[in-house]
């Protein structure tokens, strides 16, 4: 069972800038597929981005297309998620997850606890 935590979260103003990471344990993260989903108040659980297991091939949805960056460590087991030219709609609860590069979350196994993004206007 893989374990994930985030970090990273907090205010910041729109055009800023923000950085989320997730450590992983547990389980060889060099096997896991991961990505990152976000939840705004009232709404669902909706996908942002995703990576493989070598990194080779990432994903995004298309509101954060251009202004959104994933990456991924495989020795220090860490996913992140770069955000520039942040948006108040992208105000919400980020949410690192495993097992998939998947838009829907059910295709994942593990989920972190989240971390609050807030952007004001």
């Known amino acids: 069972q893989v374990q994930l935590v985030e970090s990273g979260g907090g205010l910041v103003q729109a055009g800023g800038s923000l950085r989320l990471s997730c450590a992983a344990s547990?389980?060889?993260?060099?096997?896991?597929?991961m990505g990152w989903f976000r939840q705004a108040p009232g709404k669902e659980r909706e996908f942002v981005a995703s990576?493989?297991?070598?990194?080779?091939?990432?994903y995004y949805a298309d509101s954060v297309k251009g202004r959104f960056t994933i990456s991924r460590d495989n020795v220090r087991s860490t996913v992140t998620l770069q955000m520039t030219s942040l948006k108040p709609e992208d105000t919400g609860v980020y949410y690192c997850?495993?097992?998939?590069?998947?838009?829907?979350?059910?295709?994942?196994?593990?989920w972190g606890q989240g971390t609050q993004v807030t952007v004001s206007s």
């Open positions: 547990g389980r060889t993260f060099s096997t896991l597929e």
């Open positions: 990576i493989r297991r070598r990194g080779d091939r990432l």
């Open positions: 997850a495993a097992g998939s590069v998947q838009t829907e979350t059910k295709w994942y196994s593990a």
